[in-house]
């Protein structure tokens, strides 16, 4: 259920009661949401996203394999109406404002996902969600399986996006129910 500036989930505890989170919109709030089970993941994501209002950061970026990274970028925002003339322009600010030069950006595009490593997907990914500029970005269980420099790059993703979004609201999504500690979490549910 959402309203102009919140959003309500009804849950199912393990003990079979209903739980409801509220989200906070449009207030620059960081949320953690610890799960148990990817049934659980897959249970909240699928409650949580609309087009438009939501994107999400997954560990594979959620890439294409089949198609260039430039055409990856590119394929939401013409399916949504949302290219621009600016649009290539952005993609360089998002790339620089991550610490990819013109040079390595234009290198990157030119890729296909599997030539990628774990970060660089996320890194993608990252940029894909924000070129959309929902209202919710939910970064989705991004922190693991890359080294510790790594990890604190994609912790500054939300930090570079609330440049261009500052109210938007962010939620971790991840098995970890230490994140808040890491992302400094306005609250955290754990399902």
Known sequence: M????????SWRDQ???TQEMLFELDRGYRYGVAVHSEGDRERFLDLILHPLETAVVSPDGGLLNNIRIDENLLLPLSY????TESTEQHIVELFGVCGLNEMETHEL?????SQLSPYQKRLVGFVRSALMNPRV??????LGGVS???????RRFDEFFRRYSPAHTAVYLDYDTHLDAQIHA?????L
């Open 2 to 9: 959402t309203q102009e500036n919140q959003w309500i989930i």
């Open 15 to 17: 003990n079979d009661c």
């Open 80 to 83: 949504h109406r949302l290219l």
């Open 109 to 113: 595009l030119t890729r296909l996902p």
């Open 137 to 142: 970005m939910i970064y989705d269980a991004i």
């Open 148 to 154: 510790q420099t790594e990890m604190e790059k994609i």
């Open 186 to 190: 306005n609250q955290t549910f754990i």
